[in-house]
């Protein structure tokens, strides 16, 4: 049986940024396609949602349609990465505990693991080069394409190529991240290292909670039974 794993990366193994290069991305994103000015917008309240599905969010309550986000998306994000590359200095990636030693332990079992972030992939990809992430080289599934994080997830199962008999496991730190997993059909492990609690994660219906990823041999027994 094939067993694989989809990690997501704020807030789960990277330390969440109340302020920061990414949130000022999305501003300079939504300034340079849509014209707009976002003085105080914050990722709070949204936690969890693909960019894509922030961008409509947002973009809404200013009264644009759904047609004009949708042609102005992908300049949306060509000016997210081109920020974050103008300000790689200033990223600020810090590794979560336990985040390294989980993914060795994965690595050594010969499990199939998999980033799925809501953030865009060049964002994404800034992120895992600051923090040595990306030395693992793992596939990823990113939020540009995708309103809907369950479908991010389903396509992130073609990724890998799993095929019969399986068991998928999502890795998150939101409800967003539980119900998702469940609407893919997934087993979700939550940890509470971002902005929601073991109360609220286990209220939103996660398979497994956690504090946060330090019990690696918790979490492998649970993903290798």
């Not at 920020?83 to 690595?107: H, I, Q, T, W």
């Not at 095929?163 to 998928?168: I, K, S, V």
């Amino acid at each position: 049986m094939t067993t694989g794993v989809f990690l997501d990366i704020d807030g789960t193994v990277i330390e969440l940024q109340e302020t920061g290069v990414h949130r000022d991305a999305f501003i300079f994103g939504v300034q340079c396609a849509f014209d707009l000015a976002l003085c105080d917008f914050q990722y709070r309240g949204l936690e969890g949602l693909t960019e894509r599905r922030i961008f409509f969010e947002v973009l809404r309550r200013y009264g644009y349609s759904d047609k004009d986000i949708g042609l102005g998306l992908n300049n949306a994000y060509y000016f997210m990465r081109e920020f974050c590359g103008r300000y790689l200095d200033s990223l600020s990636v810090k590794l979560l505990p336990g985040a390294r030693e989980l993914l060795d332990a994965l690595k050594n079992v010969g499990v199939e693991m998999c980033w799925a972030s809501g953030t865009i992939g060049g964002v994404a990809s800034y992120k895992l080069t600051e923090s040595g992430l990306a030395s693992y080289g793992l596939p990823g599934i990113f939020g540009d394409a995708f309103y809907e994080r369950s479908e991010m997830l389903k396509a992130g199962a073609e990724l890998l190529g799993v095929e019969g008999e399986c068991r998928l496991f999502v890795i998150g730190d939101t409800v967003a991240d539980v119900r998702a997993a469940k609407g893919a059909g997934m087993i979700s492990i939550a940890v509470a290292t971002g902005r929601q609690s073991v109360d609220e994660l286990r209220n939103a219906g996660a398979d497994y909670v956690f504090e946060d990823l330090t019990d690696t041999e918790g979490l492998l027994e649970i993903i290798r039974s």
